[in-house]
């Protein structure tokens, strides 16, 4: 098979809708099914050893494993997301692929559809060297990282790597800390009645504002007391507000959600506790992303440096996170910028996807 054209294939996966299914996704038939075959045809035309397992109905990861020339070598895996965000309010049409101005347009196109075409452009042109490398490689399109994580949690439990490259728009830069993600619900309970008599009624809304601004004064002052030295503090965001039925009713529910961005080292159920004694009278609910952080000195962090791919820290979070915590040295790594990602009118350069795939090409040769 001759070697692949990054902007051509990425071009391909954009036109394969990928939506993930959670939330409004803006299609009909959202989820990564068809995506993953269409890589898994891909990876196999390669010379790759391909398996869909789903993990959840109709939502499969596709997992590929190179050939190697003797059993025993740590195992290094590169490791995209196939699902994007929703298409709801996008200003181009998310699933054209087209090159215009020196760019492809669609969604997926920077985050995360870029850089996958990407590394498997750079596989594409080594299918004799790569057998010979010190690693063993894996390839995996990962389901479900919008939302839940779904596929690189059900990876990490079936397979053990040594080293993790989730793909992400880092701008060529090694990500080995970013912060992980604390989302909360606060629920608070009232009791309806006609508006004309509120003294008769329990206002939710008034009940979850008071509870908000207790919230604010007590732990946005404990998250600034600790500072991580790549990423900052933890931070934390209210984020909607939705609650009663009609003016002239008093309010018996309140729903609130926050966001709380969590450095690497601290306790996020410390935080919950916090938010607890800060709002007693409410329910709370909690859902959360782990933080990352792999020691900048691992020698493949080192290597990758030395190809120009400098280590930072990042605010949001990604898959690699998922491995960190079973032991693995994980980073995000890929060409574009997490500017363009999630917008209405999502593009990546083509000079950075060319550079993307010379840069996974520079890197598995130097894997001697």
Known sequence: MNPLNPVRLLQELIRIPSVNPEGEPGVANPGEGNIAVALGKVLGDLGAKVSLREVLPGRPNVVARFPSDR????????????????????????????????????????????????????????????????????????????????????????????????????????????????????????????????????????????????????????????????????????????????????????????????????DPLRIINLIRQAAPDLDVVHLGSAPLYTNPDHPLIAKLSSLGATPIGAPWFCDAAVFAQQGVASIALGPGSIAQAHTADEWIACDDLESGADFFERFLRALV
């Not at 290094?76 to 347009?105: C, R």
């Open 71 to 266: 059993e025993g070598k740590p195992r290094l895996l590169f490791a995209p997301h196939t699902d994007t965000v929703s298409v709801v309010g996008m200003t181009i049409d998310p699933f054209g692929g087209e090159v215009k101005e020196g760019k492809v347009w669609g969604r997926g196109a920077s985050d995360t559809k870029g850089p996958m075409a990407t590394m498997i452009a750079a596989l594409s042109r080594l299918p004799e060297m790569i057998p010979t490398l010190g690693y063993e490689i894996w390839f995996a399109g990962l389901m479900g990282e919008e939302s839940g994580q779904y596929g690189a949690k059900a990876l990490a439990e079936e397979e053990r790597f040594d080293f993790v490259i989730a793909g992400e728009p880092t701008d060529i830069k090694t990500v080995h800390a970013h912060k992980g993600s604390l989302w909360v619900t606060l629920l608070a309970h009232g009791k309806a009645v006609h508006a004309s008599a509120p003294e008769l009624g329990e206002n939710a809304i008034y009940k979850m504002t008071s509870a908000i601004e207790r919230i604010r004064a007590l732990v946005l002052p404990d998250l600034s007391k600790t500072v991580h030295p790549l990423l900052g503090s933890s931070t934390l965001s209210v984020g909607t507000i939705n609650g009663g039925s009609k003016t002239n009713i008093v309010p018996d529910h309140c729903e609130a959600t926050l966001d709380i961005r969590v450095i690497p080292g601290e």
